[in-house]
């Protein structure tokens, strides 16, 4: 994405305007391009635990700043679009916010911070998530089963930084009502998705 010459002229705008920047009214439309942009490359997705974002609306999508727009080191890279992603509010507000721990050496971040090697949790647009990590869900009715498959250092370190588990076992945890109900899978579903709630289980 890049901004257009009156998006430029707003953002240098808010920018002379005294007050929080990035919550200046100016840079609404602004943002809602920025949430387009990255729901459309990023297939509808948190960029960090993988929720599904399919039909959800704007306002429960964070923008997320990867080097954080609240620490005065980063603040020259608020409008990097590259600095930029899409997040749950879980990842976001909850775990990540404002830290910087997930910074391999903090005094060698700038200028080239654009290097995936620099960080130590899978860098949402200079890493590809997948070869770190493989996302396996099975669905079954209204119940989803989600398993994170960790493949590499920076995957396993992803995994424990945004706690991953948890989301695991809560999926674990309500899919297991199906489960205890039925000793065995119900012989009337597909058997695909028998295979594929079984390995899923296997590997929980």
Known sequence: ????????????????????????????????????????????????????????????????????????????????????????????????NDRIDFIVDIAKIKP????????????????????HIDYEVTIRNNKKLIKYIRKTDKGNYTYNYFRLE???VDTFNDVQGIIEQDTELNPYLPEETKTALEDLI???
């Open 1 to 96: 994405m890049i901004y257009t010459g009156d998006e430029t002229q707003i953002i240098e705008q808010a920018k002379a305007e005294s007050g929080d920047v990035w919550k200046n009214k100016l840079l609404d439309s602004i943002k809602r391009r920025i949430k387009t942009h990255y729901r459309t490359n990023g297939c509808e997705q948190c960029c960090y635990c993988k929720r599904d974002f399919q039909d959800e609306f704007n306002m429960v999508i964070d923008i997320e700043h990867i080097l954080p727009k609240g620490n005065a080191l980063f603040q020259e890279y608020m409008f990097d679009i590259e600095n930029m992603n899409i997040s749950c509010k879980r990842c976001n507000m909850s775990i990540k």
């Open 112 to 131: 080239l911070y654009k290097d995936a090697s620099k960080y130590y949790f899978i860098h949402p647009n200079f890493d590809n998530y997948f070869e």
């Open 166 to 168: 948890k989301i695991e």
């Open 202 to 204: 296997d590997k929980l």
